[in-house]
């Protein structure tokens, strides 16, 4: 089945340490990104890349990176510099078209102790 | 660039028709509006889209009146398994080379349903 696959569901940090979060998809999708999401909000873009080697900062990047080395797959690393990132985390992709449908994956619970 | 303004929240008892409207009231001549479902712990997942006048799917209908400045997500006879978060995007034209703002979700209107 096609899909976006986020890894891990869960994740526990300790502050000042860096995570890598996952993102693969096999949609054949140009365009992936990445939002964040805290309780009882609406969800807030990162990052996004259009095309291989090439992204754009979103909103909230500060304390954010994000590589897009093949079409597949775009991971997203938290930084010690991110002063809050405990946070629910979702990676999207779609098509590159003016009607923007965005598929999601089932997200990442980021928790630092 | 659209902005959209929805209700925080609904509620609705289960068997009812419920309308949730978006409001948009700058929104471009090549913009689509689109809804996404939410529900906890989950990606939002694409409910429908439209441009104009009304679109129908399996799951529900929008409704966009003629100066497009609002649009209506209309779910039929919903049930317990339809509480959730519906997010109302405005999506156009520059989309795939402009900034973020196309892409901003709200935070949506959180549906209800009461047995």
């Known amino acids: 089945d096609g899909g976006i696959t986020q890894s891990p569901k869960y994740l526990f940090r300790k502050e000042g340490q860096n995570v890598t979060l996952s993102c693969e998809q096999n949609l054949n999708h140009d365009a992936m990104y990445w939002y964040r999401q805290d309780p009882g909000q609406g969800l807030r873009l990162i990052y996004y890349s259009q095309i291989v080697n090439d992204f754009q900062k979103g909103d909230i990047a500060e304390g954010y990176s994000v590589s897009r080395e093949k079409k597949e797959s775009f991971p997203l690393t938290v930084t010690s510099a991110q002063k809050n990132p405990t946070a629910f985390y979702l990676c999207?992709?779609?098509?590159?078209?003016?009607?923007?449908?965005?598929?999601f994956g089932e997200g990442s619970r980021l928790t630092v102790l | 660039l659209a902005k959209t303004t929805q209700p925080i929240s609904m509620d609705s008892y289960e068997g009812q028709e419920v309308n949730i409207t978006c409001s948009h009231n700058n929104i471009a001549t090549n913009d689509y509006i689109t809804w996404y479902q939410q529900f906890p712990s989950q990606g939002p997942r694409f409910i429908i889209q439209?441009?104009?006048t009304k679109v129908t799917n399996e799951v529900a209908s929008l409704f966009i009146p003629a100066d497009r400045k609002s649009s209506t997500l209309s779910l039929p006879r919903v049930s317990l398994s339809d509480t959730a978060v519906y997010y109302c995007l405005v999506v156009g034209v520059g989309y795939s080379g402009a900034g973020s703002y196309q892409l901003t979700f709200g935070k949506g209107t959180k549906l209800s349903v009461i047995p």
């Open positions: 439209g441009y104009k």
């Open positions: 999207a992709s779609s098509i590159i078209s003016d009607r923007g449908e965005l598929f």
